[in-house]
């Protein structure tokens, strides 16, 4: 079994950053990718930041690039997302997801995360 349990997130004005945290309960041998989603009220879940295991490959949303950067520390079985330059249309509930099978923006990953609100007021 897989648990992934997401932290940092809060209530930022635009402009500000927030550093996300996931760390991986579990089973961790072979898997392929984590990644970062979002899901705002009223939308669906949209992929965010992607980092394969192995650390060669990351992916980001156009949306985010240049703001957001995904990195892991596979010693803690943690992954982070740094956020900087804050918009409000960047206020979501952020989940981390792990696959085994895949490595990109899709929402094809096994397990999920809870989900840590982020709320960027303007």
């Known amino acids: 079994q897989v648990q992934l349990v997401e932290s940092g997130g809060g209530s930022v004005q635009a402009g500000g950053s927030l550093r996300l945290s996931c760390t991986t309960f579990?089973?961790?041998?072979?898997?392929?990718?984590m990644g970062w989603f979002r899901q705002a009220p009223g939308k669906e879940r949209e992929g965010v930041a992607a980092?394969?295991?192995?650390?060669?490959?990351?992916y980001y949303a156009d949306s985010v690039k240049g703001r957001f950067t995904i990195s892991q520390d596979n010693a803690k079985n943690t992954l982070y997302l740094q956020m900087n330059s804050l918009k409000p249309e960047d206020t979501a509930m952020y989940y981390c997801a792990a696959s085994y099978l895949y490595c990109g923006l899709d929402r094809r990953y096994n397990y999920w995360g809870q989900g840590t609100q982020v709320t960027v007021s303007s």
């Open positions: 980092i394969a295991s192995s650390g060669d490959s990351t």
């Open positions: 579990g089973y961790t041998w072979r898997r392929l990718c």
